[in-house]
């Protein structure tokens, strides 16, 4: 890398990511200070074509951000009429009342939406204002100052052979230096990694936590079609196996997300988390709104569920971690755009006090700080003990103590039980084959439930073949010479997408990665047991194309 020549543009402030933190941080710098130079760079096809969420929207990022968002032709116009919440068991289930719950679990308020179409919007004002976005540009790699500082990315390399070395029709793509950078990636950024890594950001912190997200839009019969609802399940399929549940939303046009998470601190590495979402849509109660009616796109994506006490520190110098980057999701409430939209309004403030006062590549204390104490740290510090919980005593127990925890937290801005810390990491979480039984999943049955294969054509994901894949393995022997005789190799199940298989055609079998399927989740650089697989961008443009997630 270090031998290519690139031609280097200077602006000052770089945006990695077009989701609702970069897109946020790029309007808030144009709103403080139209003549700065503000560039987004977004690896998709266009914006939105990455993103995945829910979603049912707390407005009070977009509120604090562009006040007069519902005059601007939002495509935010399904409110939440009716919020349901129930525990499932295989053949039926009971509806659990919405009174005992903490008032800021309630959706009141809320909008259901489509994040990929709000990105969308939210990049047109942007561009209004002046920032450039560049769509179809990867950033592959970091560009470093003569002081250790972040400086930079590489952006926009194309044409590499499989091998690695530059095709026929490389280009080495460009240099982007900012007088800050701005990593707004979403969930286990590769970038964010490096950063995080390189400074020690999680030091004295716990390990961050995640899970899986899965989901599908339906069109479904009108008359099984509530505008404005909003479901969530626990227990089946689940039960004990792993923590998770669903989510049912209905939005205009005869739409209805349906999505399931399963948290990544799962023991058993026989779990599939896509077959248990599959296998929950033939539940009466999803089987029979989804009678009639078809599926119409596919996607999945890793959640960060550490919360508060996974937070790592957010700043190092030239450099910081915005929405799903620093890990800002409220997990009971499963909303983290509100969160996102704020610390991209946060780390604009920063950048622009830095900046008048003559400063570049130092580290945004005062971003750190507003993030901790401002409006972001007190909603996850109310929910800051669900997590734990519910990962040391299960759901029925979390049900209960994270209830009554959210209540005192609510009603007193304290908890009786402190701060639970989370243990070891989801990696380290999976335990040995040995110890588990195999689970034997019904076969899909290509109405209700699919194959990965066939689901993944419906999140029109492509890869340029030709490229190396972005998949990268430490150490190549590792999957067949251990994780396989230890852990059954898990990758063949966790993976959404069906990336990774064992083929045992030959004499000894062999680990094969489909890195075309490959949908971005980062699933397998999170729960990987011997943290052996590395995700990287690949070329820009590829990966999923998402229509309306």
Not at 13 to 29: D, F, K, N, Q, T
Not at 293 to 309: D, F, H, M, T, W
Not at 370 to 396: C, F, H
Request: aromatic share 8%.
């Amino acid at each position: 890398m270090s031998e290519i020549q690139r031609e280097a543009m200077a602006y000052d402030v770089v945006i990695v990511g077009a989701g609702p933190a970069g897109l946020s941080a790029a309007i808030r710098l144009k709103q403080l200070d139209p003549e700065l130079a503000v560039v987004v760079l977004e690896k998709g096809s266009e914006v939105g074509a990455h993103i995945l969420s829910g979603a049912v929207l707390d407005p009070s990022g977009l509120d604090a951000l562009l006040p007069d968002w519902r005059e601007r032709d939002a495509p935010i116009t399904v409110p939440v009429r009716e919020d349901n919440f129930h525990f499932l068991t295989k053949t039926g289930g009971v509806r659990i009342p919405n009174w005992p719950m903490p008032p800021l679990m309630s959706n009141h308020g809320n909008f259901i939406v489509s994040m990929g179409n709000v990105c969308r919007w939210l990049a047109a004002q942007a561009e209004a204002l002046g920032v450039e976005i560049f769509p179809g540009m990867a950033a592959s790699a970091l560009v470093y100052g003569a002081s250790g500082e972040v400086m930079g990315v590489v952006a926009g390399e194309f044409g590499r052979a499989a091998d690695g070395s530059p095709g026929p029709a490389y280009e080495p793509g460009m240099e982007l230096h900012g007088k800050y950078v701005l990593l707004g990636e979403g969930v286990r950024g590769s970038l964010a990694k490096e950063v995080i890594a390189r400074y020690d950001l999680s030091a004295g912190h716990c390990p961050q936590k995640f899970g899986i997200g899965m989901k599908e839009i339906w069109e479904v019969d009108p008359a099984r079609h509530r505008e404005g609802t909003v479901t969530h399940t626990m227990g089946w399929p689940l039960g004990a196996n792993a923590g998770g549940g669903s989510f049912i939303y209905h939005l205009d046009n005869n739409q209805v997300y349906v999505g399931f998470v399963v948290h990544l601190n799962y023991a058993n590495p026989y779990l599939s988390p896509y077959m248990e979402f599959q296998r929950f849509k033939h539940h009466p109660l999803v089987a029979e709104l989804l009678k009639g009616g078809k599926r119409v796109a596919y996607g999945a994506r890793a959640i960060s569920e550490g919360g508060l006490q996974s937070l790592p520190k957010l700043v190092a110098p030239g450099v910081a971690l915005i929405g799903c980057s620093a890990g800002l999701v409220n997990v009971p409430r499963i909303k983290g755009n509100h969160n996102a939209m704020l610390s991209g309004k946060a780390a604009a403030e920063a950048v622009h006090a830095a900046l008048a006062s003559g400063r570049s590549g130092d580290e945004l204390a005062s971003y750190e700080s507003e993030i901790r104490t401002g409006a972001v740290g007190q909603d996850l510090n109310k929910v800051r003990n669900v997590k734990p919980l519910w990962s040391r005593y299960g759901l029925m127990a979390s049900l209960a103590l994270g209830g009554f925890d959210m209540w005192t937290n609510q009603l007193f801005g304290r908890s009786l039980l402190g701060t639970l810390k989370h243990g070891k990491s989801d990696a380290a979480s999976t335990g040995e084959a040995k110890d588990f039984t195999p689970i034997d999943y019904p076969k899909p049955d290509g109405v209700l439930s699919f194959d990965r294969l066939t689901n993944v054509a419906f999140s029109f994901t492509n890869h340029e073949e030709s490229q190396p894949p972005h998949l990268k393995l430490a150490d190549p022997s590792i999957p067949v010479a251990v994780n396989l005789p230890t852990y059954a190799e898990p990758a063949q199940r966790y993976c959404p997408a069906g990336v990774y298989e064992v083929v045992e055609d030959q004499a000894e079998p062999r680990f094969v990665i489909n890195f075309q399927n490959c949908v971005h989740c980062k699933t397998c650089d999170i729960k990987d047991p011997a943290q052996n697989i590395t995700w990287t961008t690949p070329q820009g443009g590829d990966g999923p194309n998402y229509p309306n997630m």
